[in-house]
Nanobody, 120 residues
Framework: QVQFVESGGGFVQPGGSLRLSCAAS????????MGWFRQAPGKQRELVAR???????NYSDSVKGRFTISRNNAKNTGYLQMNSLKPEDTAVYYC??????????????WGQGTQVTVSS
């Protein structure tokens, strides 16, 4: 089973930027669909961005135009560049990867996540 270690979170003021990283174990990661999810206090975990092994990306409406997902398959690493951050982006961010988009949404294989706090 692939394991994930997220990093790069922190405290930032509104309008600021952060870059999250996701280190995945195992070279099989490179053929998986990878996603970044987030969970705010009292809310369900939600998918914010997804990228296929070939580089096709999708974003939730709430982050479109502000966040950019990318991956380096040679390093088994994924990234989430977050710009123009808003207080409502505050959440624990998780990465995950699975053979397909459907299995990505059903996965329960989660790492520790990284906390992002946006506040003035």
């Amino acid at each position: 089973q692939v394991q994930f270690v997220e990093s790069g979170g922190g405290f930032v003021q509104p309008g600021g930027s952060l870059r999250l990283s996701c280190a995945a174990s195992g070279s099989i990661f490179r053929i998986f669909v990878m996603g970044w999810f987030r969970q705010a206090p009292g809310k369900q975990r939600e998918l914010v961005a997804r990228i296929t092994s070939g580089g096709t990306t999708n974003y939730s409406d709430s982050v479109k135009g502000r966040f950019t997902i990318s991956r380096n398959n040679a390093k088994n690493t994924g990234y989430l560049q977050m710009n123009s951050l808003k207080p409502e982006d505050t959440a624990v961010y998780y990465c995950n990867a699975a053979p397909s988009s459907d299995s990505l949404m059903r996965s329960d294989n989660w790492g520790q996540g990284t906390q992002v706090t946006v506040s003035s």
